[in-house]
């Protein structure tokens, strides 16, 4: 089983820590598949990037507030080109990994079988605000969700036929503006996934919307500076499941996040025991096992028919 990193990338086409992408992902390669969303691919110059750019014809129209297309088609082409895709990180270009590859992989075998999404009431005057067109939508729908998460398959495949089944629900949320940070929520909870095991509302990219960068934005990590230190050692200290940072500019020093992904709990990290879920292995192996099943059944047969003609 896989996880997809799935990148919406817009402006300058670029990750802004693409070299450190690549070095975090190598120890994992085997388990993760790397697919980019893009508004212009004429703007990409990165070899690695047009490399795991999305088809064309999986490119639609977005906006700053509205790019719901963007993680539907990220969805679609996910589910579609390899089944093994089992978790599906939602990133954007100022995303950047913030703990170990053995850390993430293990995260990976023990909840792949969970979605992590905080979620929450809406926070907001639904009444005044517009976003999400929640006053629209029944009290019990007026809900909040942090727009980059981690979705296992089933969640993404609910997600998908919602979509496609309710597209009058849909579009209202939609036109509202601001919809990812409603949207998957409400399905979630239409499907009866939230309040149960499968969804985890914890986060997964620790964000400052604290210090502000702009109304719409949080801030942006451009200096290692000790508020800026101070917020990322307290972040990861409360949420168990982080596993990035946003907003990352190009400026922040690269030592400094590398610190936090080699070294800052390399000694924990050692003490990780990797294990492979069993139903990994089963799924590796379950052709092999069929097969097995098959020859003991004919052998079985071969000897009961012939102790049937000695009788």
């Known amino acids: 089983m896989k996880i997809a990193l799935c990148f919406i990338i817009s402006y300058e086409h670029i990750l802004n820590k693409e070299e450190i992408w690549k070095e975090w992902i190598k120890p994992n390669e085997d388990i993760i598949n790397v697919y980019f969303f893009y508004k212009d691919i004429t703007k990409i110059k990165s070899e690695w990037i047009l490399k795991n750019a999305l088809p064309y014809d999986y490119i639609r129209e977005t906006s700053y507030f509205y790019v719901i297309p963007a993680y539907v088609s990220l969805m679609k082409y996910g589910l579609k080109y390899d089944k093994e895709n089992q978790w599906f990180c939602f990133l954007t270009d100022s995303c950047c990994p913030i703990i170990s590859p053995k850390k993430f992989r293990h995260l990976f075998y023990e909840n792949y079988n969970k979605s992590i999404m905080s979620w929450r009431t809406a926070w907001w005057n639904v009444y005044y605000h517009k976003r999400a067109n929640l006053a629209l939508l029944p009290e019990k729908l007026h809900l909040a969700n942090d727009p980059w998460f981690i979705l296992k398959r089933k969640n993404v495949a609910q997600i998908i036929n919602f ?149």
């Open 163 to 311: 979509m496609y089944k309710q597209p009058k629900i849909t579009e209202t949320i939609c036109n509202g503006g601001l919809a990812n940070e409603s949207l998957f929520a409400i399905i979630l909870y239409i499907c009866k996934q939230l309040n149960t095991n499968n969804v985890i509302s914890y986060v997964t990219h620790i964000t400052d919307w604290k210090r502000m960068s702009s109304p719409t934005s949080p801030y942006v990590f451009k200096i290692a500076d000790d508020n800026s230190i101070i917020f990322i050692n307290t972040e990861l200290e409360k949420n168990k499941y982080a596993m990035f940072l946003r907003k990352v500019a190009t400026t922040f020093p690269d030592d400094v996040l590398k610190y936090y992904i080699y070294e800052e709990n390399k000694h924990t990290d050692d003490l990780l025991i990797l294990k492979e879920p069993i139903y990994f292995i089963y799924l590796r192996y379950r052709v092999l096992f069929f097969i097995m099943c098959f020859i003991i059944l004919l052998i079985l047969l071969f000897l009961t028919i012939k102790y049937l003609f000695n009788i």
